[in-house]
């Protein structure tokens, strides 16, 4: 007999979120709320600027664009749903659909960072060979390549997470639909579940994160060995943004997910899991425009046609 059929199964969840915080609910709804319309008006203007303007219609800034897509949807997913509502019950089926686009947007991510690093990689280390190589085809291909395949392998983590059964307690220690507290509160083996999980990271985490790390490690390997510091400081700014998202993306998640539990923190991952879903995407956009005269100076003759066509309106 399963001993999972003579239990209530439950179907809603209660998201405490910063319990602490509470009586000061305003801050957080405060520092959130801005902080999520920051991330989108930052990364809706990079979309626009790279879709509008002819001289951003590289291979590089196709993928920032694509980037920039993600961080939009990225943010949705989590601080609206969670952060910004005042009501903390979401349903098994919510709570399910949450992790799944949650997993399938990091993951995207991570696949895109890499595929950016490559592109860098193509710039600096083959410079001769990168306008054959880096052909808007295979741009396509690998942008769709990392969307697609983060969307299907996250399908397959769904479902296998669909199969854990919840007879109680219903209270999820964090503020989104997060999969390690969800496996933490299952009545059923987890086991298959826990090798899945694993087994996910490795694709979707740890191969785009060392595909990243050797692209660097020989683009610092090509770098150190251009002769002059003018050179050397050309091509490093050629894709310095790119290495300070990388570092500000995979810094956090690492912080998050390998650091020690703490006695005086009742969950650490709760409150460093602000650090890669909230941080990364808000300071996306300005390490692009402040660290990239391409885009800066898209966004000085966007804003000057504006202003000629609305004084012309006038």
């Not at 609206?80 to 992790?99: F, H, N, P, V, Y």
């Not at 990392?146 to 299907?152: C, D, G, L």
């Not at 990388?246 to 390998?258: H, N, Q, R, W």
Request: hydrophobic share 45%.
């Amino acid at each position: 007999a399963n001993p999972e059929k003579n239990q209530t199964r439950v179907t809603l969840f209660i998201l405490l979120g910063f319990q602490n915080l509470e009586h000061l609910w305003f801050l957080p709804f405060l520092a959130f709320l801005f902080t999520y319309i920051f991330t989108m008006t930052g990364n809706l203007l990079i979309f626009v600027l790279v879709v509008i303007d002819q001289h951003l219609h590289t291979p590089m800034y196709f993928f920032l664009c694509n980037l920039a897509c993600l961080e939009i949807c990225y943010s949705s997913t989590l601080m609206l749903a969670s952060l910004l509502t005042g009501d903390k019950s979401i349903s098994l089926q919510g709570c399910m659909t949450q992790l799944y686009f949650f997993g399938f947007l990091a993951s995207t991510e991570c696949c895109l960072l890499s595929v950016m690093s490559y592109d860098r990689f193509l710039a600096i280390c083959r410079p001769l060979h990168y306008a054959t190589s880096m052909k808007s085809r295979l741009c396509i291909q690998l942008a769709a390549g990392s969307w697609i395949s983060s969307m299907a392998l996250t399908s397959i983590y769904s479902v296998v997470m669909s199969t854990l059964w919840f007879c109680g307690p219903n209270e999820i220690d964090h503020f989104f639909c997060e999969s390690l507290p969800l496996i933490g509160l299952s009545c059923s083996d987890a086991t298959l579940v826990k090798y899945v999980s694993v087994f996910m990271a490795f694709i979707l985490t740890f191969l785009p994160f060392t595909l990243t790390v050797i692209s660097y490690a020989c683009i610092i390997n090509t770098i150190s060995r251009i002769p002059s510091s003018t050179g050397r400081q050309k091509a490093f700014s050629t894709c310095s943004s790119h290495l300070i998202v990388v570092s500000l993306f995979y810094g956090t998640l690492i912080i998050t997910y390998l650091m020690p539990e703490s006695k005086g923190m009742k969950n650490p991952s709760k409150i460093f899991s602000v650090l890669y879903t909230v941080i990364p995407p808000f300071c996306n956009p300005l390490i692009y425009s402040l660290r990239n005269r391409d885009v800066k100076e898209a966004l000085n003759k966007l804003l000057l046609t504006s202003i000629i066509l609305f004084f012309c309106q006038k």
